[in-house]
């Protein structure tokens, strides 16, 4: 019994911590809420069966490559379902030009969208980065340097 306790505050704990990071990935991910949500509890699930075997070293580099591949593997099966732009998505924030700044953001292509929202929302470092995308470091730093110089000319 206490195993089972103990492995449930483990899980409580990794979907408090890392819920925010993750439903932000599946929104920037998705073409729709919807599929953000199916993505965000696909990448939870799976975190919740692979927690007893021991396999997640590395939670918050586990959960961004899986939350990345759910967001993938689900725009593949729905290619030919209408979706709705990320332009359309609504986002609440008071301040307006953190607005300005996430729809800069949005524009980005999606290699370039997720090193500057795990760098700069995230405060990832480089070398976590390229581990959690599963790419070498200087690809990481290539595409923070494009990201910036893409964002620098729309904002």
């Known amino acids: 019994m206490e195993n089972a306790d103990t492995f ?3 899980y ?6 890392h819920s925010d990071m993750v439903t932000t990935l599946c929104i920037l991910h ?3 809420v ?8 696909n ?9 007893p075997k021991g396999i997640v070293e590395n939670p918050k580099a586990w959960l961004i490559r899986v939350a ?10 729905r290619l030919r379902r209408t979706a709705v732009s990320l332009d359309e998505l609504e986002i609440a924030s008071e301040d307006k030009s953190g607005i300005e700044t996430l ?3 949005f524009s980005l292509s999606p290699k370039y969208r997720d090193v500057i929202y795990l760098h700069y ?5 480089v070398a976590e980065i390229a581990d959690a995308m599963g790419v070498g470091e200087n690809t990481v730093k290539t595409r923070l340097r494009r990201a910036r110089a893409k964002l620098k000319d729309v904002l």
């Open 8 to 10: 449930e505050r483990e």
């Open 12 to 17: 409580e704990a990794l979907v408090n911590e």
């Open 30 to 32: 998705s073409a729709s």
């Open 34 to 41: 919807w599929d953000a949500e199916d993505c965000y509890q």
């Open 43 to 51: 990448t939870f699930f799976k975190l919740f069966e692979a927690l």
């Open 68 to 77: 990345l591949n759910e967001c993938r593997s689900l725009m593949r099966k």
């Open 103 to 105: 729809d800069a953001v």
């Open 121 to 125: 929302y995230e405060d990832m470092p």
